[in-house]
């Protein structure tokens, strides 16, 4: 069954610094995979996606993500952070159904 | 973009009642609506699979008596979480798939239920 897997529950850093926020997923077959941002009580925003192609994806809010099949992980990042990316951080994989399987994720707090 | 809205964002009753949570893609046909639940702090489970025409498919563990799923037309799916207890309190979210080819989901802004 695929298994997505988040490994860091809670991440600090500090505005201006660099992220990785680290996914790793088990599939058979070749994954779709997504990043979802959700802020409190809120739904689910789109950072990225990754189908095929080029392994490094760019996505919003100059988020983006490198995917290592070797690694079977899709590590999220991003150079510089700002105090408004605070939030939850969701990688996800498409699971049998055409549903998503989510990671536990990851909640990114920012000091300034 | 494509668009799903839900109805309502927000909604309290009272435990044994029912309540029926709209789910609705606004600029785009869905043939297979997904509906997760979420408890705080936790991850999106996925609770069906909706597809319209037909029975919805749930996943194990979740009572189909109790969240009945409708998916009757391209763009609606509703869940009615019948016989409220507390313990169904919890964040609900949908999501819709587009007819065609494309394994992205678009997501509802979420329907917060809490049961008193």
């Known amino acids: 069954a695929q298994s997505v897997t988040q490994p860091d529950i809670h991440i600090t850093v500090s505005e201006g610094a660099s992220l990785e926020l680290r996914c790793n997923y088990s599939?058979?077959?070749?994954?779709?995979l997504f990043w979802y941002v959700q802020s409190p009580g809120q739904g689910l925003q789109l950072l990225l996606k990754?189908?095929?192609?080029?392994?490094l994806v760019q996505g919003i809010k100059g988020f983006e993500a490198e995917f290592k099949r070797s690694q079977s992980s899709f590590n999220l990042r991003k150079p510089s952070v700002h105090w408004s990316d605070a939030a939850e951080y969701f990688c996800a994989v498409v699971s049998g159904r055409r549903a998503l399987t989510f990671g536990s994720g990851t909640r990114l707090q920012v000091q300034p | 973009g494509a668009v799903v809205s839900q109805h309502p964002s927000r909604v309290i009753c009272k435990s044994g009642t029912s309540v029926k949570i709209e789910c609705r893609s606004l600029d785009f046909q869905a043939t297979t609506m997904f509906w997760y639940r979420q408890f705080p702090k936790q991850s999106l489970m996925l609770m069906a699979t909706s597809n319209e025409g037909s029975k919805a498919t749930y996943e194990q563990g979740v009572e189909k008596d109790k969240f009945l799923i409708n998916h009757a037309s391209l763009t609606l799916s509703t869940l009615t979480v019948t016989s409220a207890h507390p313990e169904d309190s919890s964040f609900y979210i949908c999501s819709a798939r587009d007819s065609g080819i494309s394994f992205e989901q678009y997501f509802g802004p979420g329907t917060r239920l809490t049961v008193t």
């Open positions: 599939y058979g077959a070749t994954p779709y």
């Open positions: 990754y189908f095929s192609g080029d392994t």
